[in-house]
C-alpha cells in the first residue's frame, strides 16, 4: 500500500487505520478473540489467573470459579490517580501537541532517539518531561516494584474508535528497554492481550533479553490471557476501543545503559535530561 495518506493519518506502507481504510477501499482480515483458544483472566486483586473470557470477571473477587495459575511480571494498581487528577492530566495533555502516528493512534513522544536496527543511542532533542505529568513519575515511588524506577521515555498514546488502532502483537525492544513497561490508562478501560512468543528470537533484539525469559516458552500451551486495564489504573506490563482513551506509557532503560554498566557513558547525558520536568 504505497497510497500517500499523510493528508489524513500518519500511516504508511501496510499499516492503516480505520479512516484511510475506508477511503482508500482496503479490506482487511477481521480480527475476532479465538474462543477455540482457552481464554484466561488476569484478576488484580490476587494476581491470578481465571479461566474464562468475561473481562469483567475479576470483579467478583474472592467468588472466583473455574482453574487458575499465578501469573509472574504483571500488576495492577486499580484507581492509582484521581478522577480531578486525571480530568486535569488531560486538559495538558491537550494543550501540547499531538502528532500522528501509524494504524489509527496519535503520540507525544518524549525521549532519547533510538535505532533499533543498529542499536544506536542518542540524545537528540530530548529536553526531560512535561511538568504536568511530574506528579505521575512522583508517584511511582508509593509503588513498591517501582522504587528504583528511572523513567527515560514517556509517551502519550490517543486511541479514538474513529481512527481505530492496529497495533501488531509484539514484544518491547529488548536492545534498550528495561523489563519494566508501565502505563497510566486513562478516560476509558480497556485490556491488554498476552499469548505466548513461538516466533524467531532474532526479532525484537531477544537475543539480548534475560537468560530466563524464553524459559519453557515451548511448553506453554496456546492461551489467551486477558488483563483488565481499567480507566485510571496502572500497569506494570489488541485494543478494545469504545470511546477516546488515552494512556502514558513509560519506559526505563536496561541494566548495561544503567550507571556502572557496560554503556553508561553513553546514556549519562540521557539520564540526567530524564531528570527535568518543564512547563
Given at each position: ?9 500518519g ?11 475506508r477511503?482508500?477501499g482496503?479490506v482487511?482480515?477481521?480480527f ?13 486483586y ?11 470477571s475479576?470483579?467478583?473477587h ?13 500488576f495492577?494498581?486499580?484507581d ?6 486525571e ?16 494504524s489509527g ?7 532519547p ?5 543498529k542499536r544506536?543511542l ?10 504536568s ?13 517501582l522504587?528504583?524506577y ?38 476509558s478501560?480497556?485490556l491488554l492481550t ?8 532474532s526479532?525484537?533484539?531477544l ?9 519453557n ?5 496456546d ?8 480507566r ?11 470511546k477516546?482513551?488515552v494512556?502514558?506509557?513509560y519506559?526505563?532503560?536496561?541494566k ?11 546514556s ?12
Open positions: 500500500m504505497e497510497t500517500d495518506r499523510s493528508k489524513i493519518c500511516c504508511k506502507g501496510i499499516r492503516t487505520c480505520l479512516k484511510c481504510e477511503l482508500f482496503i482487511k482480515p477481521h475476532e478473540s479465538n474462543k477455540n483458544i482457552l481464554g484466561y483472566v488476569f484478576c488484580p490476587c494476581n491470578k489467573c481465571w479461566s474464562g473470557w468475561d473481562l469483567d475479576y470483579k467478583s474472592p467468588q472466583h470459579s473455574g482453574d487458575s495459575f499465578d501469573l509472574d511480571g504483571i495492577v494498581k486499580l492509582f490517580i484521581s478522577e480531578d487528577e480530568n486535569s492530566l488531560i486538559k495538558a495533555i491537550d494543550l501540547l501537541p499531538w502528532d500522528p502516528s501509524q493512534r496519535r503520540k507525544q513522544n518524549f525521549g532517539r533510538c535505532n533499533f536496527k544506536r542518542r540524545l537528540g532533542e530530548f529536553k526531560g518531561f512535561p511538568e505529568t511530574h506528579f505521575v513519575q512522583e508517584r511511582f515511588s508509593t509503588v513498591g516494584i522504587k528504583d528511572i523513567t527515560i521515555e514517556q509517551c502519550s498514546l490517543e486511541y479514538d474508535p474513529e481512527r481505530g488502532a492496529s497495533i501488531d502483537p509484539h514484544i518491547d525492544d529488548c536492545w534498550i528497554w528495561g523489563e519494566r513497561i508501565v502505563t497510566l490508562n486513562l478516560l478501560d480497556t498476552l499469548k505466548p512468543y513461538r516466533g524467531d528470537t526479532k525484537y533484539n537475543s539480548m533479553a534475560p537468560e530466563n525469559y524464553f524459559r516458552r515451548r511448553e506453554m500451551p492461551i489467551n490471557i486477558r488483563i483488565p486495564m481499567p485510571r489504573s496502572l500497569i506494570v506490563m489488541f485494543e478494545d476501543i469504545s477516546r482513551r494512556c502514558l506509557a519506559r526505563e532503560f536496561t548495561p545503559y544503567l550507571p556502572g554498566g557496560k554503556y553508561a557513558a553513553e549519562e547525558d540521557i539520564i540526567e535530561k530524564a531528570r527535568n520536568f518543564w512547563n
